[in-house]
């Protein structure tokens, strides 16, 4: 017999219920300007008006509201290039708990600055040379805590579904939906509620070039890794798609498209001057990826989940003026 899915819509149901009130249900922006330069119907799901600025609060707090009071007593690990550990340290503080996050050296001065804002201990490793799962682990071993992976968890999946359950409940119908791609989290829940609602609908993964770890992996048949991306989108920059979200992105994504450093920055520039909000490079890669005509075959309605928009402005100025 097949295996059950790891995380089924309702799952995703139960996780927009344990949200309600606790994240933003964040704005669906249309733009004439997108519709007519792309040739379709564009719904852009604003997650960077997410609390801590992304999608990660969805799953982040959705695990740990299922942790034990015995475990959340204890604190919480994590570990993250930015966005998950600003979610984690957050969820941490809403429950009454503490949070220890490892986070890499290079990760975005802004990010590291906000995850101490939220009242994180951060521990730091260097991400081309260490490995951050095994890390992660021994750092929750040693010290007792309940960790939350970024995204290889059914309850982070769950969570991160929402914003797709939220965006089609005020869509309808879509023809395709455009997710960014790093660990499979966020695509994998999405992935889970669309078919679900919709099942005729294509669900299209969007990696950087230098990261497109998931691209090769549902071509192989199986996961495989690539060399650490060096990337503007680090919210991306993953060598191996997740041992629980592959085989549901297996079993639900189409395909995926890829976006060169370049179009990202021009993404990021059109969001700015043409829908008026800041996306960080890992948020705007499908908003890249339809500008570009990376998208096969263009559905008419599509869908997109702009992830987050945690960036700072002297690297945002310098991305978007060089």
């Known amino acids: 017999m ?4 790891t995380v089924s819509f309702a799952d995703v149901r139960a996780a927009a219920g344990r949200l309600a009130g606790v994240v933003h249900r964040t704005p669906v922006l ?57 979610a984690t340290a957050l969820a941490a503080r809403e429950l009454g708990t503490s949070a220890v996050i490892l986070m890499p050296q290079d990760a975005p001065r802004s990010k590291l600055e906000a995850t101490a804002g939220y009242g994180a201990e951060i521990v730091t490793y260097d991400r081309y040379t260490e490995d951050r799962t095994a890390l992660g682990h021994a750092l929750a071993e040693e010290r007792g805590l309940a960790l939350i992976p970024p995204y290889d968890h059914p309850h982070v999946i769950a969570g991160q579904g929402t914003a797709a359950l939220e965006l089609l409940e005020e869509t309808g119908p879509l023809d395709a939906l455009l997710v960014p791609v790093g660990g499979g989290g966020l695509i994998a829940g999405s992935a889970t509620a669309a078919t679900a609602l919709h099942p005729g609908i294509r669900v299209i993964g969007v990696e950087p070039e230098a990261g497109d770890d998931t691209k090769r992996s549902l071509e192989n048949g199986a996961r495989v890794s690539v060399p650490v991306p060096r990337t503007i989108a680090d919210g991306q920059a993953l060598a191996t798609p997740g041992e629980i979200t592959f085989p549901v992105n297996q079993r639900l994504v189409d395909s995926i498209a890829l976006v060169s450093d370049d179009e990202i920055v021009t993404a990021m520039r059109f969001a700015f001057e043409r829908l008026k909000i800041v996306l960080e490079p890992s948020g705007a890669t499908p908003l890249a990826a339809l500008l570009a005509g990376r998208v096969d075959n263009p559905p008419r309605r599509i869908g997109l989940i702009a992830s987050g928009g945690n960036i700072d402005a002297d690297r945002f100025t310098a991305l978007v003026s060089g």
């Not at 097949?2 to 899915?5: L, T, Y």
């Not at 008006?49 to 942790?67: P, T």
């Not at 007593?73 to 550990?85: D, F, L, T």
């Open 2 to 5: 097949a295996a059950e899915p």
């Open 30 to 86: 249309t733009s004439r300007t997108l519709n007519s330069a792309v040739g379709a119907e564009v719904f852009i799901k604003a997650e960077n008006f997410q609390r801590i600025g992304a999608f990660k609060f969805r799953g982040a707090y959705n695990a740990a509201a299922q942790l034990r009071p015995d475990q959340l007593a204890k604190g919480i690990a994590a570990y993250s290039s930015g966005n998950h550990a600003q």
